[in-house]
C-alpha cells in the first residue's frame, strides 16, 4: 500500500498532461491550418518549398550534434542543483552559437559556382535565395540556444501547462506579421519573418512563463562530464533520426523544383496535424513517465506503457485510414488549383501514420538508460530509409522516394520488437489489436468525402 500514492499521483499528472497537451495541440492545429489558408492564397507553392528547405537545413544539423541534454535531465534522478542546470544552460548555448557557424558557412557554399555545378539542373538547391535564406536562419540560429533548460525540469515533473501555453503564444504572435508583410511585399521572406519571430517567443517565454533558477553562465568540468557522458551513443541515435526525419526533404530537393517542393511541404503540414499530436504526446509524455516509472516501480512499467499508448493507437490508424481515403478531396476543398497536387502525395504520406505506434517501444530503452540499443535502432532506421529511397527512385522516381517516406520504418520496427520482445516488454496480441481502427477511418474519410463534395456544391 505504501506505494500506491507515486502510481496514483503519476497517473493524475499523466491526465493532466494530456488534457493540456490536447488542448494546446487543438489550438495550434487551428492557427496553424488558418495560417497555410491565408498564406497559401497570397503565396506561390514555390515559397513554401525554399521554406520547407531553409527550415530542414539547420534542424538537421541541430539534430547531428545532439548532445542529450534534455534528455539527460529528464531521466536524472534525485534533486537537480543550480549549477547543473547553468553548466546545462551554458553548454546548450555554445552549441547553438558554433551551430550558427556552421550555417552560415554552408550558406556561403551555395554560393560558389563550383559547388552549385555539381547540383542536378532545376533543383530547388539552385534556387538563387536559397543561400541568403540560409544565411538569416544561419543568423538568429543562436536565439533557440538561449531557452531556459527549466524547460526539461517541466517535463521532467509532468507539468505542462507552461509548456503548452508558451507553445500556442508562439504560434499565434507570428501570423500578423507573417500576413502583413506578404501582403505588403509577398516572397518567402514574409515567412522567415514569421519563423524569427516564433524562435524569439519561444526563448522570451522559457524565461519569463517557466519557473525555475535563473540561467547565468556557468562551466562545471563534472557536470559536463556528467551530461556528456552518454554522448556519443545520442549522437549515434540523433544521428539517425537526422537522415530519417530530415532526409526526405534533403533527397527531394535535389528531384525537385521549389514548387514541387511546396506541393510536398503543404501535403506534409496537412498529414503532420495527426503526427505532430502524436509526436508530442510521445516525445513530451512517454520518457518522462517511463522514466519514472523505472526509478521507482520498474515491474509496473511495461503495464502502463500500454495503457498509455492505447489511445495513440487508436488515433494513428483511424488518421492513417481518413486521410487516404479523404486526402485528396481535402486538399481540393481547402485549397485553390495551384497545390492540387498536394492531395495524392498526402493520400500517400497518410501510411506512414501507422508505423507510429511501433516504434514507441524505443523509449524503453532510452528510459532504461540503454543508450547502445536505441542507437542502434536510429542506425537501422537509417539503413532502412536509403535502401526504400533508392528502390522507391529506381522504380518511380520522385514518386517512389514519396512511397519510401511512407513505408520505410517498417522493416526497422520489426527489428525493434523482437529485441523488446526478448526482454519481455511487448505482447504481441496488443501489438495488433487497434488494427482495425484503420477501417474506422477508411469509414470517417469517405463519410467526409460525401461533405466536402455537398459543401462545395453549397459553395
Given at each position: 500500500m505504501a506505494d500506491a500514492p507515486p502510481i496514483a499521483g503519476l497517473r493524475a499528472r499523466i491526465v493532466n498532461a494530456g488534457m493540456w497537451t490536447l488542448t494546446g495541440h487543438v489550438v495550434e492545429t487551428l492557427v496553424r491550418l488558418g495560417t497555410s489558408l491565408v498564406m497559401t492564397r497570397l503565396l506561390v507553392p514555390g515559397d513554401f518549398g525554399l521554406m520547407a528547405l531553409a527550415l530542414t537545413i539547420p534542424a538537421s544539423l541541430a539534430m547531428l550534434s545532439d548532445l542529450g541534454i534534455r534528455s539527460n535531465v529528464i531521466k536524472k534522478s534525485g534533486r537537480l542543483g543550480t549549477d547543473f542546470l547553468r553548466t546545462a544552460w551554458t553548454l546548450q548555448v555554445v552549441r547553438g552559437l558554433l551551430l550558427s557557424l556552421f550555417m552560415l558557412a554552408i550558406a556561403g557554399l551555395f554560393l560558389l559556382p563550383r559547388v552549385r555545378q555539381l547540383m542536378p539542373e532545376g533543383s530547388l538547391l539552385l534556387h538563387p535565395q536559397l543561400p541568403f535564406l540560409l544565411a538569416a536562419m544561419g543568423?538568429?540560429?543562436?536565439?533557440?540556444?538561449f531557452a531556459s533548460v527549466?524547460?526539461?525540469?517541466?517535463?521532467?515533473?509532468?507539468?505542462?501547462?507552461?509548456?503548452?501555453?508558451?507553445?500556442?503564444?508562439?504560434?499565434?504572435?507570428?501570423?500578423?506579421?507573417?500576413?502583413?508583410?506578404?501582403?505588403?511585399?509577398?516572397?518567402?521572406?514574409?515567412?522567415?519573418?514569421?519563423?524569427?519571430?516564433?524562435?524569439?517567443?519561444?526563448?522570451?517565454?522559457?524565461?519569463?512563463?517557466?519557473?525555475?533558477?535563473?540561467?547565468?553562465?556557468?562551466?562545471?568540468?563534472?557536470?559536463?562530464?556528467?551530461?556528456?557522458?552518454?554522448?556519443?551513443?545520442?549522437?549515434?541515435?540523433?544521428?539517425?533520426?537526422?537522415?530519417?526525419?530530415?532526409?526526405?526533404?534533403?533527397?527531394?530537393?535535389?528531384?525537385?523544383?521549389?514548387?514541387?517542393?511546396?506541393?510536398?511541404?503543404?501535403?506534409?503540414?496537412?498529414?503532420?496535424?495527426?503526427?505532430?499530436?502524436?509526436?508530442?504526446?510521445?516525445?513530451?509524455?512517454?520518457?518522462?513517465?517511463?522514466?519514472?516509472?523505472?526509478?521507482?516501480?520498474?515491474?509496473?512499467?511495461?503495464?502502463?506503457?500500454?495503457?498509455?499508448?492505447?489511445?495513440?493507437?487508436?488515433?494513428?490508424?483511424?488518421?492513417?485510414?481518413?486521410?487516404?481515403?479523404a486526402g485528396p478531396q481535402l486538399v481540393h476543398f481547402l485549397y485553390d488549383d495551384r497545390y492540387a497536387g498536394a492531395g495524392w502525395i498526402l493520400q500517400i504520406l497518410s501510411l506512414s501514420l501507422a508505423s507510429f505506434p511501433f516504434q514507441m517501444i524505443n523509449a524503453c530503452f532510452i528510459a532504461n538508460s540503454e543508450w547502445r540499443n536505441s542507437s542502434v535502432n536510429s542506425l537501422i532506421l537509417t539503413a532502412s530509409f536509403f535502401a526504400a529511397a533508392f528502390i522507391g527512385y529506381t522504380m518511380s522516381g520522385s514518386t517512389g522516394v514519396i512511397w519510401a517516406v511512407a513505408l520505410y520504418r517498417w522493416p526497422a520496427n520489426v527489428v525493434l520488437l523482437a529485441r523488446a520482445y526478448r526482454r519481455g516488454w511487448i505482447d504481441p496480441i496488443r501489438e495488433i489489436a487497434m488494427l482495425p481502427f484503420i477501417l474506422v477511418g477508411l469509414a470517417l474519410g469517405f463519410a467526409a468525402q460525401l461533405v466536402l463534395q455537398w459543401m462545395e456544391t453549397l459553395l
Open positions: 543568423a538568429f540560429a543562436p536565439v533557440g540556444a527549466n524547460l526539461f525540469l517541466q517535463e521532467r515533473d509532468i507539468k505542462f501547462g507552461p509548456l503548452v501555453l508558451r507553445t500556442v503564444i508562439s504560434k499565434i504572435l507570428p501570423v500578423p506579421v507573417m500576413v502583413i508583410w506578404a501582403l505588403l511585399y509577398p516572397s518567402v521572406w514574409s515567412l522567415v519573418a514569421g519563423a524569427l519571430v516564433a524562435q524569439v517567443a519561444l526563448t522570451l517565454s522559457s524565461h519569463i512563463m517557466i519557473p525555475g533558477p535563473p540561467m547565468k553562465f556557468r562551466w562545471d568540468r563534472r557536470h559536463v562530464r556528467d551530461l556528456l557522458s552518454d554522448g556519443k551513443w545520442i549522437t549515434l541515435s540523433t544521428a539517425g533520426t537526422f537522415f530519417v526525419s530530415q532526409g526526405d526533404r534533403l533527397i527531394l530537393a535535389t528531384l525537385f523544383s521549389a514548387t514541387q517542393m511546396g506541393l510536398y511541404a503543404i501535403a506534409w503540414t496537412l498529414a503532420d496535424v495527426a503526427r505532430s499530436f502524436l509526436q508530442r504526446l510521445h516525445g513530451s509524455i512517454t520518457l518522462p513517465v517511463l522514466s519514472e516509472l523505472f526509478r521507482t516501480r520498474p515491474e509496473r512499467a511495461v503495464e502502463a506503457y500500454y495503457r498509455y499508448r492505447r489511445p495513440i493507437d487508436i488515433l494513428a490508424f483511424t488518421s492513417t485510414g481518413f486521410l487516404w481515403m
